[in-house]
C-alpha cells in the first residue's frame, strides 16, 4: 500500500500562484513515478503533470503547459506542483496518485491516490 497526503491548494485571484504539495509513504519502491490530476464540478477527472522517479522526466497536459511545473525528490518521496499565471478554468480538485504502471496520462495507471485538496482562481 502507498498513501499519499496532499497540501496546499486555496483561493487566489487569476494570474497568482499556489504550490501543491504531495507526500508519499508505505511502499513507495512499487511504484514508477507520480502524477497530478484535476477534476472540475461536472468534468471527468483529467490528467495534469506527471514525473517519472528514474530520470525525473516530466509530461504535461497542454492546458497547463509553459504555467505549471511538477518537481519531484525520489529520497523523500515528496512531489510539489507549482501553478503560476492561474486562470478560472484552472478551478478544480487536485488529486495526487501515485504511478504503478501503464501510460501516464490515464487514470487506470495510477494504483494510488490521495484526498484530493481545491484549487480555485477567481477571476
Known amino acids: 500500500q502507498v498513501q499519499l497526503v496532499e497540501s496546499g491548494g486555496g483561493l487566489v485571484q487569476a494570474g497568482g500562484s499556489l504550490r501543491l504539495s504531495c507526500a508519499a509513504s508505505?511502499?513507495?519502491?512499487?511504484?514508477?513515478?507520480m502524477g497530478w490530476f484535476r477534476q472540475a464540478p461536472g468534468k471527468e477527472r483529467e490528467f495534469v503533470a506527471f514525473i517519472r522517479w528514474s530520470g525525473s522526466k516530466t509530461y504535461y497536459a497542454d492546458s497547463v503547459k509553459g504555467r505549471f511545473t511538477i518537481s519531484g525528490d525520489n529520497a523523500k518521496n515528496t512531489v510539489v506542483l507549482q501553478m503560476n499565471s492561474l486562470k478560472p478554468e484552472d478551478t478544480a480538485v487536485y488529486y495526487c496518485a501515485a504511478h504503478t504502471g501503464g501510460s501516464y496520462y490515464a487514470r487506470g495507471s495510477y494504483g494510488y491516490w490521495g484526498q484530493g485538496t481545491q484549487v480555485t482562481a477567481s477571476s
Open positions: 508505505g511502499r513507495t519502491f512499487s511504484t514508477y513515478g
